[in-house]
């Protein structure tokens, strides 16, 4: 157990739809990060939170958001869900850059 | 732009052998470079990590090679073993920015 927990494990859902998933930090972390992770593009970062604020933004589309709550725990929504848009999402978090620890991801599957 | 360039794809060596796997870089804003294993249906643990002010890094049998002027830097595991076999990705971050750029990864596998 890595000590960051991704919920839920699996989801499928149509295309259109939205959906929420769940990530709590490691105990002490600071930052959670989230990634894509796909078969053509591999793993590509998608945004970062630190102590609740938004910290950074890599390729993270418009139908895209997060948010990170008092608690440090965070939540990546996606919207107007595409068959494209199946993939493993992982949750990470750090108390510097260089710590980072991965959760188990979500994978997702957009029918 | 893929900002950070990993091979080969896939990796097949018998036990005992030696695996090596390169990574090159383009941003020189980089100064932090983690090697990440994932079994399947895990997600990535880091593995070993480097800075630029070294050369080389080992730990255990896994040994980080860095080249700054080249900006590549590679794996090498040593005595490997059928537990071994993963995929490996290489990663950078910094200037500013903690999101690590992941390279595409390497599936390597290691034949008993």
């Known amino acids: 157990d890595s000590g960051v927990t991704q919920t839920p494990k699996h989801l499928i859902t149509a295309t259109g739809q939205r959906v929420t998933l769940r990530c709590s930090p490691r105990?002490?972390?600071?930052?959670v990060y989230w990634y894509q992770q796909s078969l053509d593009q591999g793993l590509q970062f998608l945004i970062q939170?630190?102590?609740?604020?938004?910290?950074a933004k890599g390729n993270i589309l418009e139908r895209f958001s997060a948010q990170q709550f008092p608690d440090l725990h965070s939540e990546l929504n996606l919207s107007s869900l595409e068959l494209g848009d199946s993939a493993l999402y992982f949750c990470?978090?750090?108390?510097?850059?260089?710590?980072?620890?991965f959760g188990s991801g979500t994978r997702l599957t957009v029918v | 732009q893929q900002q950070v360039k990993q091979s080969p794809q896939s990796l097949i060596v018998q036990k005992g052998g030696i695996p090596i796997i390169n990574c090159a870089y383009e941003?020189?804003?980089?100064?932090?470079f983690p090697w990440y294993q994932q079994f399947p249906g895990k997600g990535p643990a880091l593995l070993i990590a480097?800075?630029?002010?070294?050369s080389e890094k080992k730990e255990g049998r896994f040994t980080i090679s860095f080249n700054k002027s080249a900006k590549q830097f590679s794996l090498h595991i040593m005595d490997s073993q059928p537990g071994d076999s993963a995929t490996y990705f290489c990663?950078?971050?910094?200037?500013?920015?903690?999101?690590?750029?992941f390279g595409k990864g390497t599936h390597l596998i290691i034949q008993p």
């Open positions: 990470a978090s750090s108390l510097r850059r260089d710590g980072y620890t």
């Open positions: 105990s002490g972390d600071l930052s």
């Open positions: 939170y630190y102590n609740g604020e938004e910290r």
């Open positions: 941003n020189t804003a980089f100064d932090y």
């Open positions: 480097i800075r630029p002010d070294v």
């Open positions: 990663a950078a971050n910094g200037g500013g920015a903690d999101g690590l750029t």
